[in-house]
């Protein structure tokens, strides 16, 4: 057996990046980005009001208080988008809005709730109940978040919601990201019949294909084609000259490359190498450089659900440029005992509980049910034998 972490290398010394794209931002959710995006202008474009209230002198204001307070005239009156700068001179207010271009003339914001009168009475004169802390206060001073040319996003992270509202706001409109992978599934098993089909003794429903095809998705990739083909060579060598002419980047199959009689996966497809890795579950797994890359995964939900975690999903963000292909491992505890096989590193679907983590099923790379509780991997390195309640085990998060 080969250890999991040198077939991954194996995989990822055979990807290659994809074409890179520009597009504009409404575009570019979830995909990849290639190029490092600067800000166009400085983040904030201009000094302006942190608070509903009046633009002010300090120096008008700083003795006021509830026993002794201070009246202004309002001279101007400033919302949201206005591009008045009105002069202040010495006893004298804007009431100005948050988010207003603060007045060159003025160098404090006075919240209403400093007033006597508030909103209600604020457009002839204001009524200073409570000084600043200090000159400037309630301001957002221009660039204080970055300046234009600063490095916003860098090449190389996944674009979602806070990264592309953080480049609208520093005025980029468009973005190069990675070509999304254009993958295809195929499940394998002439026992697999569609959900929710009418079943006889021996056939099951197929979800490899549904669970496969939902990750690929999870990893920036489209899905080009997705089929369930019987234990039938042509059947099968059809199906990836389908995917071939979808122009498929990668070929996902699952089910036939293990030690039976009938594995579909190892009689037909001759261009992938077949290996056994010190894992579980997983051991089984074939790949091929392509192009496309062809990766050939296990039948049993479980084990084709972490063998895509492990092998495939760090291939398809290397397609796209990721800076980051590995999930951040967390340590938490585990709060039952469980057993690990020695020499293989073991991958334990978990759920999440009151201090820490139990496994999510009982044992078992068939129990598809099990899967529907999981929220991560524990992963038990090869050394270890078994899992004491209390014990750090490391953690990856998929849910």
Known sequence: ??????????????????????????????????????????????????????????????????ASPVVLRVVADLPAGTALDPALNPGEAARIMTGAPLPTSADTVVPFEATAGGLADSLASVIVTEAPLQIGDHIRRRGEDCTAGTELVPAGVELGPLQLSAIAAANVARVTVSRRPRVAVIATGTELLPPGSSLNRGQIPESNSVLLASLTRRAGAGVVLQRTVRDVDGELRQAIADATAHGADAVITSGGVSAGAFEVVKTAVSEMSFVQVAMQPGRPQGFA????????????????????????????????????????????????????????????????????????????????????????????????EAVAPGELVDVLLVS
Do not use: C, K
């Open 289 to 384: 450089a392509g192009p496309p890359l062809m990766f050939g995964l296990p039948g049993n939900p479980v084990s084709a659900a972490v063998s895509f975690e492990v092998f495939v999903r760090p291939a398809l963000l290397a397609m796209q440029g990721r800076t980051q292909i590995h999930r951040p491992m967390l340590r938490l505890s585990a709060t039952v005992a469980w057993r690990s096989p020695r020499g293989r590193v073991q991958y334990v679907p978990i759920a999440l509980v009151r201090g820490g983590v139990a496994p999510a099923t009982e044992r078992g790379s068939h129990r598809a049910g099990g899967l529907a509780r999981a929220e991560g991997y524990a992963v038990i390195p090869a050394d270890v």
């Open 1 to 66: 057996m080969i250890t999991a972490e040198d077939h991954r290398q194996a995989i990822l010394t055979a990807v290659q990046h994809l074409d890179r794209l520009t597009v504009p931002l409404a575009n570019a959710l979830g995909s990849t980005l290639r190029t490092a995006v600067h800000a166009a202008v400085d983040l904030p474009l201009f000094d302006n009001s942190a608070m509903d209230g009046f633009a002010v002198r300090f120096a008008d204001v700083a003795t006021a208080s509830a």
